[in-house]
Structure formats: structure tokens, C-alpha cells
């Protein structure tokens, strides 16, 4: 049974063109980036070879690029990085959505726990912030807005460059997460004047393990980011430990090959996607899309089915070789609902009810044909286990 993965937004497969770039510093090139012999100017070489390509996918500097773990950590580097920092004497006050990623939502949490107060701004049924209330929402006392570039879950594309400049117009200090748009849409920090923005290698087709935070030149004249890892002092103070090499190798090359490929995945993922949402809308009754699709990511839908759990869809299709996903991967196996289908306005029943489809660069035609049939008649089958009829909805 040939296998069809339909779930990129959790993670892509590793293009070959980057394991290549990645596996010297497996073999002859391990050496510590730190130490001053030939072993490790070898692995210096590399970092700077893929600090200079990450900043190159989102027109920044190389010196605005420090290497971390992944996104989750990047994300929690800005918002306590931020939190903690000097910054805090002008007040405790921060601003994000309700549709964030868990790595931001849990560190706004943490930091209710340490006396923070924090504004979570509501979304409409787009899954898009209302941009007069966070005008309203920042005060004098506002250090930090946080707001996705992204979503995961829905795919739907928040007006970015329009939020970085009422932030910057307020004084308070921007965070994007854009771990989902990095490698899908064009990113220019000229263009999105956002202090700090989050990236994540295997998003777009490099390791696990490897990410960034670009930091932007000139910030530490208003605030030191408080390094969430002490140490020796390596990505030049912000991020101790020794780099992860081969993983930062290859998140450089993901991100040139992004940078120099993208505008062609899209036009040829973007027909995939909408010929697949052409087919589920007249063969699959009740079905509804969450999201406006003229705001998403071109790669992703987010469907609500009536009378099927996602879950049950989700396992079924699995049985046949098709994966997907009900919500993001890192909540996956969690009891409760998407937190960002229920901020769009679904019912808890509705949001248990919708599964995400993600395509990417190895997606092939044969795969959606094949998908568009699978799909239908598992939920067919679904539905008439509980006693229902698809005919009906």
C-alpha cells in the first residue's frame, strides 16, 4: 500500500539536497565550532555559512541570526527573553492572540504566574485579529506584543506587516512566530518591521532540531534579551551550548533552496490543494471549510465534517495510508478541542469534527486523485457506523 502524507505543517521530510549538506559534519567536519584548531574552524565555517543563508530567506543580517534548538524554544527565548530584560522597569503588560501556537500561549502562562498581566486578543471567523482593538489593547505599560505570522492548524495568513507597524507606532517591542509562513511566503524585514521573528528548520523541509531567532540589529539598545541558557556564551551571549552543526548545516540549506524555490512550490502545490478542496466539496456532504481560503497558506486546509469524529477520520484514513492531522502536532492525542477552531467561533462538537490537510514539495498528483477518493468513502463509512447518512447532511 502506497503511503500518502498529507500532514507538512507538522513537519516535512528532509530534502535530499540538505541531508547532503548535512552529513560532512557527521564524518571529518565534527569538530566543537568553539575550538580554535582546523577541526573547529571547519565547524565555525559552517555556522557562518548558514547564518548568512537564514538570513538571506527573510532579507535580514547575518548578525541578526541566532541558532537555536527549534521553534519552541525560539519563541520562548523572545517572550521571557523579552519579559525579563531591562525592558520590564517601564511596565508588565503583554499583548498576544488566542490562536497562538502552545510554545507561545504556555510562555505568556508562565509569565501570568510570575506577575505579568497579559491582553489575549480574540479572532473573527477568518482567524483573523481585529487591528483597532490591539491598537486599543497597548498601553504605555505594553513591553511585548506577540501575534502568529501563520497558523498552524487553519493556515490562515494574519495581515502581518500591518501589525508589526501599530506595534512599532505604539513603542512596544513585536514578536512574530513564523514557523508556518517561513519558506511558503516571501518574508522581507524591511518590509515587516518586527524586532524579533521565530523560524524552525523542519518546517520547511531541513532537521529536527535546528532553528532561529532573528533579533533585530539595534533592539539591545532598548532591551538585552535575557538568555534562557547560561553557559559558555556561544551564539555571542544569547544562546549557550555547543551549535548543533549538521542540523544548523542543514537548516542553511533548507533555507537557500526555500528562498530560490518557493514561488515554484507554490504554483504547483496551490492547484493541488484547491483541486482537492473541489473534489471534497461535492463529494463529501456537510463539509465546511475553517478559514477563508483566500487568506491561507496555499498548502493547507482545515475542513469541518458533520457527523465524523475527527479522530476517527483521522485513524480510519491511516488504515489506508493517508496521513493528516486533527490540530497541530504538538497537541495531538490531547483531549480537548482546538483552541483555535473554538477562538474562530466553532462549537467544541465542531471543532472535534475538523481534520487538517497540509501538502508540500513531494506531494504528486497521484496522491490528492487518489486522496480525493480515499477520503469521501472513509467518511461514508464513518458515518453509516453511527447510523447516520452522509446524504442527509
Keep these: 500500500m502506497k503511503k500518502i502524507y498529507l500532514d507538512y505543517n507538522a513537519t516535512t521530510p528532509v530534502d535530499p539536497r540538505v541531508l547532503e549538506a548535512m552529513m560532512p559534519y557527521f564524518r571529518d567536519g565534527f569538530g566543537n565550532p568553539s575550538s580554535i584548531h582546523s577541526f573547529g574552524m571547519r565547524g565555525k565555517g559552517a555556522l557562518d555559512r548558514a547564518r548568512e543563508q537564514v538570513a538571506a530567506l527573510i532579507n535580514a543580517s547575518p548578525r541578526e541570526i541566532v541558532f537555536t534548538s527549534g521553534g519552541s524554544e525560539s519563541n520562548n527565548y523572545a517572550v521571557k527573553g523579552v519579559a525579563f530584560a531591562d525592558v520590564r522597569k517601564r511596565g508588565n503588560h503583554l499583548v498576544t492572540t488566542c490562536v497562538e501556537h502552545e510554545s507561545v500561549l504556555e510562555a505568556f502562562r508562565s509569565l501570568e504566574r510570575s506577575g505579568f498581566r497579559v491582553t489575549y486578543l480574540g479572532v473573527d471567523a477568518s482567524g483573523i485579529i481585529d487591528l483597532d482593538e490591539l491598537r486599543d489593547s497597548i498601553s504605555d505599560e505594553t513591553i ?68 532561529a531567532l532573528y533579533v533585530r540589529e539595534g533592539i539591545n539598545k532598548r532591551v538585552r534579551l535575557k538568555p534562557l541558557i547560561h553557559g559558555g556564551g556561544q551564539e555571542r551571549g544569547s544562546r549557550s551550548g555547543t551549535e548543533n552543526v549538521p542540523a544548523i548545516a542543514g537548516m542553511g540549506m533548507a533555507s537557500e533552496i526555500s528562498l530560490r524555490e518557493r514561488k ?29 481560503i483566500d487568506r491561507l497558506l496555499f498548502n493547507t486546509l482545515n475542513v469541518f465534517i458533520g457527523g465524523v469524529s475527527g479522530d476517527s477520520l483521522s485513524m480510519a484514513l491511516d488504515l489506508e495510508g493517508i496521513a493528516l492531522s486533527t490540530g497541530s502536532a504538538c497537541s495531538e492525542g490531547k483531549v480537548d478541542p482546538s483552541h483555535v477552531l473554538m477562538a474562530m467561533g466553532l462549537s467544541r462538537e465542531e471543532s472535534s469534527s475538523s481534520v487538517r490537510f497540509s501538502l508540500g514539495r513531494f506531494t504528486g498528483d497521484g496522491e490528492i486523485d487518489a486522496a480525493a477518493g480515499i477520503v469521501p468513502r472513509a467518511v461514508d463509512r464513518i458515518r453509516e457506523a453511527r447510523g447516520g447518512s452522509s446524504r442527509a447532511l
Excluded at 511585548?144 to 493556515?155: K, M, P, R, Y
Excluded at 490562515?156 to 514578536?175: D, S, W
Aim: aromatic share 6%; with cysteine; hydrophobic share 40%.
Design 264 to 292: 515554484e512550490d507554490e504554483l504547483r502545490i496551490r492547484p493541488l490543494r484547491d483541486r482537492l478542496w473541489e473534489r471534497f466539496s461535492c463529494d463529501i456532504r456537510g463539509i465546511r471549510l475553517n478559514g477563508d
Design 144 to 211: 511585548l506584543v506577540s501575534c502568529i505570522f501563520a497558523n498552524n492548524e487553519t493556515g490562515t495568513v494574519m495581515p502581518i506587516a500591518g501589525i508589526a507597524r501599530i506595534v512599532k507606532e505604539k513603542g512596544a517591542i513585536f514578536h512574530t512566530d513564523a514557523v508556518q509562513a517561513a519558506g511558503k511566503i516571501p518574508i522581507d524585514t524591511d518590509e515587516i518591521p518586527a524586532d524579533l521573528m521565530t523560524l524552525s528548520a523542519h518546517k520547511f523541509y531541513g532537521p529536527k532540531g535546528a532553528g
